[in-house]
């Protein structure tokens, strides 16, 4: 499954909202009414860290901030006010055909 | 406290080889499957290989497979990646990641990521 994120890249005013869209090659949607689509956030110098699961759910710490929506095979992660620490690159990430996953190429946020 | 800490990373010739360790600590090791997880300089992520908990199921990246070798020891709590034949495009971070599996092992998300080993070939 081909995962496609736009744009590639993204500056943000603190305080302004941001969006970013990412698309699957084949439905994430399941016949158990899950969607496997995750959200991962690479803060510079560091590891990837798990944001959202199952396209809306919070991991717990998470900002409520940060929202991720979508169905079927596009998906959108949106950052309501962006803070300095929300710098970073996101990833999305099938989760349908374990363990062969794969991400997006990364969406790069940057502070004006 | 899910701990993953790699080591083994270092340079190493084009046709060399180098072993990637994982020592896990702070969830029961065995009863979760294990992935490598790389990332080259500049570039983003790419998942390389997969263990069950139990060794029974293992998987490759097309661009590893017959070369890379993963293995991990329940008893040591710790995952290894013995890379052969290696050449200037295996150049990347590699990170230990800790798989949540659900639907029957079928599907599944990495929940935990440890802070990566760089492997330099040149």
């Known amino acids: 499954i081909v995962m496609t994120q736009t744009p590639l890249s993204l500056s943000v005013t603190p305080g302004q909202p941001a969006s970013m869209s990412c698309k699957s090659s084949e439905s994430l949607l399941q016949r158990d009414g899950k969607t496997y689509l995750y959200w991962y956030l690479q803060k510079p110098g560091q590891s990837p860290q798990l944001l959202i699961y199952?396209?809306?759910s919070r991991v717990s710490g998470v900002s409520t901030r940060f929202g991720g929506r979508g169905s079927g095979t596009d998906f959108t992660l949106e950052i309501s006010r962006v803070e300095a620490e929300d710098v970073g690159i996101y990833y999305c990430m099938q989760g349908l055909q374990l363990p062969l996953i794969t991400f997006g190429q990364g969406t790069r946020l940057e502070i004006k | 406290e899910v701990q993953l800490v790699e080591s083994g990373g270092g340079s190493a010739q084009p046709g060399g080889s180098l072993r990637l360790s994982c020592a896990a600590g702070g969830f029961s090791f065995s009863t979760y499957s294990m992935s490598w997880v790389r990332q080259a300089p500049g570039k983003g992520l790419e998942w390389i290989s997969y263990v069950s908990g139990g060794s029974k199921a293992i998987y490759y990246a097309d661009s590893v497979k017959g070369r890379f070798t993963i293995s991990r020891d329940n008893a040591k709590n710790s995952l290894y990646l013995q890379m052969n034949s290696l050449t200037a495009g295996d150049t990347a971070i590699y990170y230990c990641t800790r798989v949540e599996a659900y639907g029957g092992n079928s599907r599944g998300y990495f929940d935990y990521w440890g802070q990566g080993t760089l492997v330099t070939v040149s």
């Open positions: 199952e396209v809306s």
